[in-house]
């Protein structure tokens, strides 16, 4: 993830030896973690597979109180604030990967246990390729020549 979005101007940064990538506009960041068997289904509450430490925390917090803000009302000792969204995945028995972009606002315990939003991302099947994984690679014809 970090391959792709440092180049469109996100910055990587590790409070506490916790991965995060902070968007170019700085109001809001993501961390990737684990998820439980209930990630990217509608029809469930996932909670994150591993216990998570005190910058997460805070940084669940930090998305409580600021659902509780409108921007123009955040204090200047707030103005450090940003959403920290989660991309949870998880390998289902199928060797699947399901996975979501979700804003945490709640944990029981050191789980993220509750979700204020939540974009589900479609089922991914890394044994099937792309529709031209089937495709012939071109043959190339050159001679080897001993020197």
């Not at 409108?70 to 998880?90: Q, Y």
């Not at 028995?93 to 979700?102: A, H, L, M, N, T």
Request: glycine content about 6%; some cysteine.
């Amino acid at each position: 993830m970090s391959e792709r979005l440092i180049p469109r101007g996100w910055e990587r940064i590790n409070p506490d030896n916790q991965p995060t990538l902070v968007h170019p506009d700085r109001r809001h960041c993501v961390v990737v973690a684990s998820g439980t068997g209930a990630t990217g289904r509608h029809y469930a509450a996932p909670t994150t597979k591993n216990p998570k430490g005190r910058t997460i925390q805070a940084a669940v917090q930090s998305n409580a109180a600021l659902a509780l803000l409108a921007l123009h009302d955040v204090a200047p000792e707030l103005a450090s604030l940003r959403e920290t969204w989660m991309l949870l995945t998880f390998v289902n028995i199928d060797g699947q990967i399901q996975s979501e972009v979700s804003l945490p606002n709640a944990m029981e315990g050191e789980q993220i246990s509750s979700w204020r939003d939540r974009i589900l991302i479609p089922t991914l099947d890394p044994s099937v390729g792309p529709d031209h994984a089937n495709e012939e690679p071109p043959d190339y014809d050159f001679d080897i020549v001993r020197k």
